[in-house]
């Protein structure tokens, strides 16, 4: 499985932005499509964005289309997320997955995990 390294957390002020990175040690990074997901505090982990192994097709939550932007980077083994106009409900551990199946989005189907980074929201 993919060793996968989350970073680019931090505390934000509400309307802020932040960018995400997802870094894979994994040199068959490219074959795989990732997403992100998170976990509100005392809540389940739920999907974010995914991006393809190609990056030609993007797919996102509705809660966050719009604000957010999945892309990729195969060339240095590394996913992003960008996110714009933060709200205080998008506070959460953010975390990316890989898969080899783009059609995924259920948490429970994913293998290869990072160790998360908290993103945290304020008003």
């Known amino acids: 499985q993919v060793q996968l390294t989350e970073s680019g957390g931090g505390l934000v002020q509400a309307g802020g932005s932040l960018r995400l990175s997802c870094s894979a040690s994994?040199?068959?990074?490219?074959?795989?499509?990732m997403a992100w997901f998170r976990q509100p505090p005392g809540k389940e982990r739920e999907f974010v964005a995914k991006?393809?192994?190609?990056?030609?097709?993007?797919y996102y939550a509705d809660s966050v289309k719009g604000r957010f932007t999945i892309s990729r980077d195969n060339a240095k083994n590394t996913v992003y997320l960008q996110m714009n106009n933060l709200k205080p409900e998008d506070t959460a551990v953010f975390y990316c997955?890989?898969?080899?199946?783009?059609?995924?989005?259920?948490?429970?189907?994913?293998?290869?995990w990072g160790q998360g980074t908290q993103v945290t929201v304020s008003s």
């Open positions: 994994e040199r068959t990074f490219s074959s795989y499509n």
């Open positions: 991006i393809s192994w190609t990056g030609r097709s993007t």
């Open positions: 997955a890989a898969t080899p199946d783009y059609r995924l989005t259920n948490p429970a189907d994913f293998g290869s």
